[in-house]
């Protein structure tokens, strides 16, 4: 059934708002947008793209905290209906009062209003150019901000959150000593907007920050009616939920008389989401998915809300846990991230141009066929192919092998003869060429087998480089096996990677930790890999199984007497050549043999244990491509109150340069790598608690990913590499110059008081 308040929704890009009234949507008037009734139920519709792009949708259903069973069961329902009319393409979220998504706070800036009251109450919002009633308004968050109204006595106050006390016609602002710069411009906006919009114009702002004088102070408790700067509690008493586990979830659900979960097997694959079911996706950090294939029926998918709900009582959840719904075809790239291997990349590849890099530019096509071979090509190169401040041809200054607790300077070595071993940690501090401004890449490497007493060597060594060098250097953490591709490129395609180290005076070992020396049937394997020659190529020793090989691949087994140098059959002529060429060398006297996959002698796969069972995703690649092209960059700001509490708000994916604070910290994340900014102002807290902050942003993701695992790029203000740049819609890299500083905006604020 189609509705009249929706005939026009959706045509073009923006946001459009509807009220429950009497169980019907109603539109709102655009300039009450952001001020939402705590007794109502609002739907809101986010139309993205343009004429050029397809458009696409977010409906989000918004529950005041006093809404009615009525007004929240109309919105879902209607929220149905508006999907209906755009398609059945909308992804549905249910926000409810104080506990909104990031996504839905970033429409409204600079915050988000709560009122008392709602459409059924005759409630009516405060009078221009009113005063006689005194009020403390609550601004939480971040850069998601929130305002609602707070009793007005000192027990409210906390050190981690902004006040506007309004009392007639003063406007006192009560900026919390820890506030970043974007939040102290937001809060000064807020206030800015009260003074003209609710008091036309007629009132006096007062900034109360740590630079006030004690009697400006004093003249805030005064005015308050009670308390004093002591009072103020140090942290904010928030509501919230941790959920049990850091595991994510997918439940087929069956519907009868009780709800029934069938838990579904890892890894989850995008095949295991069958057309005729409902889906549950329970995320730790993104809340609860439900998933409606295209061919349930039409009551099922009108009343999915029922289904959420009963999940979350099922599970004990908070009722206001997020939810977010995805139908088939349609879903988000959050939803997809938590699936093994989601077909990002069609028949045709006609999203390539989506994910081809500034450096893959030149081998991209409109072609089909060479737009498939593109496709190859980065899924089979190295990781964090964009990060590349040069090509290599800078300086290699120093490296440092970390082992068994002791630092050996082996840049000769390095330089010689690249190889990196597991047991090992190293620190490699490289120069970039004059046409990259000459600036400093440290980067620390960890063996997938060393020790803690190494890899927290390894980290503080890249500190005190970092220390001691200029303050723009970047510096990246590279786990064993993910080495970006400039990594590989400051060696010039010469890397090995081997199994050992200092642990076994450099003997080949196996993944069985098994010595040359120690048994005759001595097998190692390893897999050539590159897209570029003297670039991206290396030599890294695998597991020694017949799982290990794939279709796109070129693997070289060692044997006491052999080494066969094995062709997959969808394997480049690059890694075929590459692959032939280390068989030789690893040979060093040994009979050298060329296998095409499907030729094997017996002796080959008796090595290994056996021949393989045939896989599913026979060609590693199109995994890999998929996994980078799945989920848009996603930007994090962190906060770090002065005791310590570490928060992160995700912001709307149309972040722009302006929402980095030189006084913050946030985490930009590619999906492949972390990219931890740094302003040039922030606070010797926020420093110090760097690794913290990404211990904990990994923490609880749910991801396959750790701590260990996650490539990181520390990037400061002002150094930012060409490809993080290129994530925000603009940049300019004297914008922080050209911004208005706090104490002017602070200025201008106090001299637009009325006389």
Not at 602 to 621: T, V
Not at 650 to 655: G, R
């Amino acid at each position: 059934m189609d509705h009249p308040a929706f005939v026009e929704a959706g045509a073009a890009a923006g946001i459009e708002i509807w009220t429950i009234e009497k169980f019907e949507p109603v539109p709102i008037d655009k300039k009450k947008y952001g001020k939402f009734y705590n007794g109502d139920s609002y739907i809101v519709l986010k139309t993205t793209g343009d004429d050029q792009s397809a458009l696409s949708y977010d409906a989000h259903f918004w529950l005041g905290s006093k809404t009615t069973q009525d007004k929240k069961g109309s919105a879902a329902i209607w929220t149905v209906t508006l999907d209906d009319m755009l398609g059945g393409r909308a992804v549905h979220h249910r926000e409810v009062q104080g506990h909104e998504t990031g996504q839905f706070l970033g429409y409204f800036q600079p915050a988000i209003r709560y009122l008392e009251g709602g459409n059924e109450s005759g409630f009516n919002e405060v009078e221009t150019n009113a005063g006689a009633e005194k009020r403390l308004l609550r601004l939480s968050g971040c850069d998601n901000m929130r305002i609602e109204e707070v009793p007005t006595e000192a027990s409210s106050l906390t050190k981690d959150q902004c006040f506007i006390l309004e009392n007639e016609h003063d406007i006192f602002v009560l900026m919390p000593e820890g506030a970043k710069a974007t939040q102290r411009r937001k809060i000064i906006s807020v206030a800015n907007s009260l003074r003209d919009d609710y008091h036309n114009g007629r009132a006096t702002i007062e900034i109360i920050d740590e630079f006030s004088s004690d009697e400006d102070v004093a003249l805030f408790f005064e005015t308050l009616g009670s308390g004093s700067k002591e009072d103020i509690a140090d942290d904010s008493a928030e509501e919230s939920y941790t959920r049990d586990g850091t595991t994510v979830s997918l439940y087929k659900v069956l519907t009868g008389d009780e709800l029934e979960l069938v838990a579904v097997n890892r890894p989850y694959k995008q095949k295991h989401l069958t057309s005729d079911a409902i889906f549950i996706l329970d995320t730790p950090c993104s809340g609860v998915f439900l998933w409606l294939g295209s061919d349930v029926d039409a009551d099922a998918k009108k009343n999915y809300h029922d289904v959420a709900q009963k999940y979350l009582e099922i599970k004990g959840y908070p009722s206001w846990l997020p939810v977010t719904r995805v139908t088939e075809g349609a879903e988000s790239s959050t939803f997809r991230q938590f699936f093994n291997n989601w077909e990002t990349v069609g028949t045709g590849y006609s999203s390539v141009r989506s994910y081809v890099s500034e450096f893959d530019a030149g081998y991209y096509s409109g072609d089909a066929e060479e737009s498939a071979a593109t496709a190859k090509l980065i899924g089979k190169s190295a990781a964090a192919r964009g990060y590349m401040p040069d090509l290599g041809a800078g300086s290699l200054e120093a490296v440092f092998r970390l082992s068994g607790c002791e630092q050996e300077d082996v840049t000769e070595k390095m330089a010689e003869s690249p190889a990196l071993y597991s047991s090992e940690c190293y620190v490699v501090k490289y120069q970039c060429n004059e046409e990259s401004d000459g600036a400093y890449v440290i980067y620390w490497w960890i063996g997938k087998d060393a020790s803690i007493d190494d890899k927290k060597a390894a980290r503080e060594l890249a500190t005190d480089l970092e220390v001691e060098m200029d303050e723009t250097v970047t510096v990246v953490k590279v786990p064993h096996g993910k080495e970006p591709k400039h990594f590989l490129s400051i060696f010039h395609g010469n890397l090995s990677i081997f199994y050992g180290g200092k642990d076994v005076d450099y003997a080949p070992v196996n993944s069985c930790n098994k010595t040359s020396s120690e048994e005759d049937a001595f097998v190692r394997l390893f897999r050539a890999q590159g897209t570029t020659e003297g670039v991206d190529t290396r030599f890294i020793q695998v597991s020694e199984s017949s799982d290990t090989f794939q279709d796109d691949g070129v693997f070289v087994l060692e044997t006491p007497d052999v080494v066969y140098c094995w062709y997959g059959k969808d394997a480049l002529p690059l890694e075929r050549e590459y692959g032939s060429s280390c068989a030789q060398k690893l040979a060093d006297g040994k009979e050298c043999q060329e296998v095409e996959q499907g030729e094997e002698p017996g002796q080959f796969w008796d090595a290994l244990g056996g021949i393989a069972e045939e896989k599913e995703d026979a060609s590693g690649w199109t995994l890999e491509v998929n996994r980078r092209v799945t989920s848009p960059p996603t930007l994090t700001t962190v906060s770090v109150s002065v005791t310590g509490k570490i928060k992160f708000e995700e912001l709307p994916l149309d972040y722009k340069q302006e929402d980095l604070s030189d006084d913050g910290v946030y985490v930009l994340d590619t999906g492949e790598e972390l990219y931890l900014w740094q302003g040039k102002n922030i606070p010797e807290r926020v420093k110090s608690a760097r690794g913290q902050i990404i211990e904990e942003y990994i923490a609880d993701d749910g991801l396959d990913r750790t701590v260990d695992s996650a490539i990181v790029v520390t990037v400061k203000q002002g150094a930012e590499p060409k490809v993080f740049k290129n994530i925000f819609p603009s940049w300019e890299d004297d914008m922080w110059d050209n911004q208005t500083s706090y104490e002017d905006l602070k200025n201008e604020a106090m001299a637009a008081n009325s006389k």
